[in-house]
Every structure is written in structure tokens, then in C-alpha cells.
């Protein structure tokens, strides 16, 4: 059963982003595309069963770990199969910030600014998110939620500036 609650979970998530990327395909090409194939990956094997077992095993739904945003921290959560999972969908999915973080060798990030279209995708992401876990799915619920934790988020100047002007 929770494989179907989580099945069911992703495409809700995946229709309400593929709407947001469709109603803002006006901005940059490309966005019919991104809302279609959007986290195609969380049906990889590596992806799906670590975190069907993470969100909804035990008794537990989407909302488990989660703050009142929405927010949860996806790292260091006692759940190395979901941790792990975790890990390959941000470096599989360019609509992550996390995707844009160039470790150095020396210690120290270098920060990458987000592609356009890749940045709208990421909107759209946290649009679709919010609609999904009953947050609004508007601005106004993805403003709360980035108030709230945007500062957890490594992003270039330019991409922070960009989410900032969007979200207001």
C-alpha cells in the first residue's frame, strides 16, 4: 500500500508542476518539456522504494518530518537507503539547487547560477509541491515557505536575487 500512496503522491506532485511549467511556457522555451519529463527519476528503483519506505512506511505520509511549510531537512534523517536516493535525485534533476553546488578541493563550495529555465522549473517544483501537500500551490504559500528556509539554501547571487523578485 504505500507504494500506491507514494506512486499516487508523485504524479499529483508531477501534474501540479507539469500545469506550472505549462501556464509559464510563455517565458522559456523548453517549459512544455521540463513539465513533462519533471522527476522522471523518482520512478528509478533507487529513487521510488527508498523513498516510499521514507514518506509513507510505518504509518507514515508526505507530511512526516515536515514543518508547517512544508520544509523538511532531506539530509541526516537516520535513513541511509533515503538519504542515498536523496543524493542521486538532486544530482539527477537540474531544477535543484543543490545540483548547482560545485564542491571544491580545498574545502568550500563554488555556487553556480541556476539556467533560466531551470531556475522557472524550480518554481514551478515548489509551486507543484505546495499544491500537493495542501500548502495553496500559489506565490503566496511558496513566498511563506521560502521566508522560512530559503537561508538553509546555498544559491548564487544572481539566483537568489532572481527567487527573491519572483516570489514578492
Known amino acids: 500500500?504505500?507504494?500506491?500512496?507514494?506512486?499516487?503522491?508523485?504524479?499529483?506532485?508531477?501534474w501540479y508542476v507539469m500545469w506550472a511549467c505549462f501556464?509559464?511556457?510563455?517565458?522559456?522555451?523548453?517549459?512544455?518539456?521540463?513539465?513533462?519529463?519533471h522527476d522522471w527519476s523518482?520512478?528509478?528503483?533507487?529513487?521510488?522504494?527508498?523513498?516510499?519506505?521514507?514518506?509513507?512506511?510505518?504509518?507514515?505520509?508526505?507530511?512526516?518530518?515536515?514543518?508547517?511549510?512544508?520544509?523538511?531537512?532531506?539530509?541526516?534523517?537516520?535513513?541511509?537507503?533515503?538519504?542515498?536516493?536523496?543524493?542521486l535525485h538532486q544530482k539527477r534533476n537540474k531544477h535543484h539547487w543543490q545540483w548547482w553546488v560545485l564542491p571544491e578541493d580545498?574545502?568550500?563550495?563554488?555556487?553556480i547560477s541556476i539556467q533560466p529555465?531551470?531556475?522557472?522549473?524550480?518554481?514551478?517544483?515548489?509551486?507543484?509541491?505546495?499544491k500537493a501537500q495542501g500548502h495553496g500551490g500559489d506565490i503566496a504559500s511558496v513566498r511563506a515557505w521560502y521566508e522560512k528556509n530559503g537561508a538553509k539554501m546555498q544559491l548564487s547571487p544572481s539566483t537568489r536575487e532572481w527567487v527573491e523578485w519572483v516570489t514578492k
Open 1 to 14: 500500500m504505500k507504494y500506491l500512496k507514494y506512486l499516487w503522491y508523485v504524479i499529483r506532485h508531477k
Open 117 to 130: 529555465k531551470y531556475r522557472l522549473e524550480m518554481l514551478c517544483d515548489w509551486l507543484g509541491a505546495s
Open 23 to 37: 501556464n509559464r511556457s510563455e517565458f522559456h522555451t523548453g517549459m512544455y518539456w521540463l513539465g513533462i519529463i
Open 106 to 111: 580545498e574545502g568550500g563550495v563554488k555556487l
Open 42 to 87: 523518482k520512478f528509478r528503483p533507487s529513487e521510488f522504494f527508498p523513498y516510499a519506505e521514507h514518506f509513507y512506511g510505518k504509518g507514515k505520509d508526505i507530511t512526516a518530518g515536515r514543518d508547517e511549510t512544508g520544509y523538511y531537512k532531506p539530509t541526516d534523517t537516520g535513513d541511509a537507503d533515503f538519504d542515498f536516493a536523496w543524493l
